[in-house]
């Protein structure tokens, strides 16, 4: 090899390794923020939060409808963001080790996270998802 293969090689190593901490210091900041998929999860309101008394008040029935949308699609991106950077995380150390190289356990939470986001996507009926993976020529 090189020298000068072996000082990029080097240099790459340096800067996987610069990356992986930005990217471990973002996921930490994310689990101790409002962000935190729990914290999200965790902001609800009721129906009769809403509502005062017992006349019908459909403005805050929509209201309440709408919020509730809102909160699970901002609980389902915090998940999804979360994920996605554990992911990266990983996808980084597989990166400076060699995917192969890595524990077993890091394998296999890179996989149940691709399946996490998945079904996180499927249940919102994620419509780029579909029209990446679709086959039939059709959108």
Known sequence: MSATRAANLEASNEALTTFMKRVD????????SAGNPK???????TP???????RAFNEAEDLYLEYNRVHEQLTNLSK??????EAIGIAVQGAHVGFANLEEEQRR???DIQIQIKLIENANGDVR???????????
């Open 25 to 32: 210091k973002v996921l930490a900041d994310l689990e101790g």
């Open 109 to 111: 939470r890179f996989a």
């Open 39 to 45: 914290r999200v999860g965790a902001q609800t309101i």
């Open 129 to 139: 998802h579909t029209r990446s993976t679709d086959t039939s020529g059709s959108l």
């Open 80 to 85: 999804t963001l979360h994920l996605q950077i």
């Open 48 to 54: 009769t939060s809403l509502n005062s008394g017992s």
